[in-house]
């Protein structure tokens, strides 16, 4: 096995890509390092550059192995550490948590622009765009499906915590921040999130950080 895994991550108040790896690796009780590098400072670019050409975080380091994109990182780790449950077990269900968590992965634009990630901050509720209830409404409603096709082992999508919680767990985020009325079944979906181990860990780090983004900080 290479050397130890390093994670290399943005803001924890703000980076919602950067929380996806964060989440998984501390859900299976992987041990890593972490580098947080603080978002919109004059050096942040050459900080990041010096990990990845890509100029974007989260970035896996595990021995000469370079991985980005968070996606692609959560695959490596399930390659990499085959014994953790990363993916669900069974065949269909894996099929539907890979599918839904690279349709979180691409997709959802419109929500993303108009709620960006502050897990700092709670803001009064507000009517959403057009697009951005659309948003919302595929969002959960792929929440509902997978908790009624899978969902009966435990409070996640696919019962056990997956890498598909790992995706969608930024958004959760946005909902309680932009407090957005959810379903029953999405918000019972969202407080299990919320109260996982690995989220309250991330949300007290990040309620310590230094740093303020002015843009993140007003509705």
């Not at 994670?7 to 299976?28: C, G």
């Not at 929500?111 to 919302?136: G, H």
Request: proline content about 6%; charged content about 20%; hydrophobic content about 45%.
């Amino acid at each position: 096995m290479p050397a130890d895994l390093h994670l290399i991550i943005a803001n924890k108040a703000y980076s919602s890509w950067s929380m996806r790896p964060w989440l998984a690796l501390k859900a299976n009780g992987v041990a890593f390092r972490e580098t947080v590098i603080a978002l919109d400072l004059p050096d942040t670019a050459g900080k990041i550059k010096a990990y990845s050409a890509a100029g974007k975080v989260p970035v896996l380091q595990h021995g000469d192995i370079t991985v980005w994109e968070s996606l692609a990182i959560l695959d490596y780790l399930a390659e990499t550490f085959p014994d953790k449950a990363w993916w669900p077990s069974d065949r269909q269900a894996r099929a539907t948590a890979r599918s839904v968590a690279t349709e979180m992965h691409g997709g959802f634009s419109s929500l993303r622009q108009a709620m960006p990630m502050n897990v700092r901050k709670v803001f009064p509720a507000s009517a959403p765009t057009d697009a951005v209830a659309a948003d919302i409404a595929r969002i959960t409603a792929i929440w509902r499906e997978c908790r009624e096709t899978f969902g009966r082992g435990g409070p996640f999508l696919f019962g056990a915590f997956s890498n598909a919680d790992a995706m969608y767990g930024p958004v959760v985020t946005r909902f309680k921040t932009y407090s957005v009325a959810l379903d029953p079944v999405s918000q019972a979906y969202s407080d299990a999130v919320l109260n996982h181990p690995a989220m309250r860990e991330w949300c007290i780090s990040a309620a310590g950080e230094p740093w303020i983004i002015t843009k993140y900080e007003n509705r």
